[in-house]
């Protein structure tokens, strides 16, 4: 815990127009767990790293606090602390931008076969998603392939393991907004597991998540009936506004690839992780479990593993870096979004709150030479422009509407009914090879 509350203020230095601070309130069930219990462990929460940005936990009176007003009655008395938020889906394609403009090249939609030790190095045999393979060499080898971290290790490497990860499946809905202001909500339930309602993309929130043991393909993992059921009932037993599955306008499911702790619950299975090194020949380092908030310090301590093996004695830099976009004046957005108000006052306000958050000061590079809402082209979808897709296609390897709506921002929730019908259409017109310059893209 300690490790992640650090690193969390080391992440809001990062990239401030995608990372920012959020206040959790906390109702109180008095018959779940005592006030003076709660109270305790906030404070622990407090003092167990130093804090710069984030203020202090405090005891509320949610009968007067504005966060009040949407809950449920029975909810007199509560707690508030912070945390930060942060897009993941921009935070993933950042890191690679950034390695991209260090050297890196960065292969999207491509599998490694296997690889071998062949005389001191690696070879490694890459698959392309239309077939086409490559092989490459390499001083070492990360495997960070998270939930497939083990069966890489048993089909595609010579090296074996005594280490194994859990996959535990987390599912979350989106429903129409149950309440208006910038707090989030952490609820307890009576089964001891948490349930989370975050306000998300303006006009929604997000309910989220559910922990269920996991034996499939982490790929195909969705949600299931129940689970949906289960989150519906956290709502309706918390707030005022209700809601039923057929409210939700959509839903994710992801696989965490948990260290295996030997746990008989999977709310208990730990979050932390574990390096594994093999170094008989060239060095192959693995990675088991972890987390998203200790993702920059994991990276740390593997460089720091393989670095003496391969004569590297760089100093760690990552820390005090930002990555793209984030280098804002003085660290804050609230500024940054006023400059960029001033210098592109043709933008309609509602894209240049987005553009901003979603590039930074990477939006001079996306808006270069524009002198009105005309110059960026053919307004594709709502608040979608040709612009933004052809810099999206050139910079940030999107190849297709849902790289486009989903992984590379939320549009797809704002998006009319046929709009990924409407997007693969434009970019089939607009880039009829798809082609897939790895060569150029990103660097």
Known sequence: MRKALEEREVLLGLAPHIMWPLRFVMPHDAHLRPAWMIRAGLLLYDHLARRRRLPRSAAIDLRRHPAGVPLDPRFERGFIYSDGWVDDSRLVVLNALDAAKRGA?????????????????WSALLEEEGGVRRTVEARAVVNAAGPWVGRFLTESTPVRSGRAVRLVKGSHIVVPRLFEHRFAYIFQNVDRRIVFALPYEREFTLVGTTEVEYAGEPAAAHIDPDEVRYLCATVNRCFVRKCSPEDVVWTYSGVRPLLDDESS??????????????????PLLSVFGGKLTTYRRLAEEAVDRLAPILGCRAPRWTAQATLPGGDL??????????????????????LSVRLARAYGTRIDELLDGARSLEDLGEEVLPQLHAREIEFLWKTEWARTSEDILWRRSKLGLHAPPDGLKRLDAWLAARFPSRSRDFATCGV
């Open 105 to 121: 090249l960065v292969l999207t939609r491509t599998r490694c076969v296997r690889i071998e030790r062949q005389g001191g190095r």
């Open 265 to 282: 619950d999977p709310s208990s299975v730990t979050r932390d992780y574990a390096l594994e090194l093999d170094a008989a020949g060239a």
């Open 329 to 350: 004046p003085g660290g804050s957005f609230a500024v940054f979004l006023r400059s960029v108000a001033r210098r592109y006052p043709w933008l309609p306000h509602p």
